[in-house]
């Protein structure tokens, strides 16, 4: 499938620098499953659910995955993309082309990496010289939260972001990008879905850094995508499948909660414990197995995220939400306003 398929065009001034304060006073497009539209705020959500409706979300925690060091006199800026073991990791490094193997980049007098491969993908493979929970409590020291380019920030970023770029339910640290649906969520909104009777469940997916990468090919089919690690357990599973099977409605919050537990259902629509990494890449065409409605940001233009959503609902009327959202001044991206989207009954 071509990618410019799921081009569009966005104003600059609709990317959000900063996230909505509070975090549920956000915007909301409910997409009906007939395609009808309602303007509503993320504060309506259990108005807006079933009372026996479940929802999906990826307690995930961001870790402070990005890093200014040198090398020599040289500045380095280096982004986590993926944990390769308890010392290692493949990284993202500005004008990486000018390292080399064996090259040493310094963070503080005794935090440092040396630079074991540089990888045809452009990526950088590091060791650093602390490993397990003391590498983690180096990054807490010097690290700063991973936003996506798009959010301008000066070197270092701002001291909100720690608290602002991160779910208040985020339990399992890993993750070098927020799982951005779930930044909508408060204590009082969680309050009125409890008082709904509306469920919450939850797994682990922990998003890597090739949330910040276009897809660079002409036809979707050559698209690599990134593994990210995940876990689903036993008991979640359990009541999921319970839950399915009483016709009751499963809704994930974010893209990167319904990616797992599509990973994780069979063919026959039943969902299985699961514990490694993911590689699903949904476009047009999938057959979704569990998942009847999402909750989700606004994505980027020829991004997997976008073609996700378009795999969900279908390419015209993404295309046609977005451009309302567009016209109505709706705030796009990680920080951005959100959708509530129902499977098409059509």
């Not at 309050?191 to 036809?219: M, N, S, W, Y």
Request: proline share 4%; net charge neutral; with cysteine.
């Amino acid at each position: 499938m071509r990618t410019d398929i799921f081009r569009f065009d966005l104003p600059a001034n609709l990317i959000a620098n900063y996230p909505a304060e509070p975090r549920d006073s956000a915007r909301l497009l409910h997409i009906l499953s007939d395609g009808t539209l309602k303007d509503k705020v993320v504060a309506d959500l259990d108005t807006l659910l079933r009372p026996d409706d479940v929802l999906i979300f990826n307690d995930t925690k961001v870790i402070p995955a990005r890093l200014y060091g040198k090398r020599g006199l040289a500045q380095v800026e280096l982004t986590l993309f993926k944990q390769e073991n308890l010392s290692d990791w493949t990284t993202l490094i500005k004008n990486a082309r000018r390292l080399k193997t064996g090259d040493q980049i310094d963070f503080t007098d005794d935090f440092s990496a040396e630079v074991i491969k540089k990888n045809e993908t452009g990526s950088v493979l590091v060791r650093f010289n602390k490993s397990g929970a003391d590498l983690m409590g180096a990054l807490h020291q010097v690290g700063t939260m991973p936003l996506p380019p798009y959010i301008k920030r000066e070197r270092g970023g701002c001291q909100s972001d720690k608290a602002d770029y991160q779910t208040i339910y985020a339990r399992h640290e890993g993750a070098v990008a927020a799982p951005t649906a779930g930044l909508h969520f408060t204590e009082g909104l969680f309050r009125r879905l409890d008082q709904k009777g509306i469920e919450r469940l939850f797994l682990t997916l922990h998003v890597g850094g090739g949330t910040f990468l276009p897809v660079k090919v002409a036809d979707t089919d050559h698209h690599q995508m990134h593994a990210e690690y995940g876990v689903l357990s036993s008991e979640v599973a359990v009541k999921i499948n319970a839950a399915k099977q009483a016709g009751r409605r499963i809704i994930t919050v974010g893209t990167t909660s319904l990616r797992l537990l599509e990973t994780a259902t069979d063919e026959t629509g039943i969902v299985h414990p699961f514990c490694g990494d993911t590689r699903i890449f949904i476009t047009p065409g999938y057959r979704f197995k569990i998942v009847d409605a999402m909750f989700t940001n606004f994505h980027l233009s020829e991004s997997t995220l976008f073609m996700l959503v378009c795999a969900f609902a279908g390419i015209d009327r993404m295309k046609a939400a977005y451009a309302h959202a567009i016209q109505k001044q709706y705030r796009f991206f990680s920080y951005g306003d959100a959708c509530l989207i129902e499977k098409p009954t059509d």
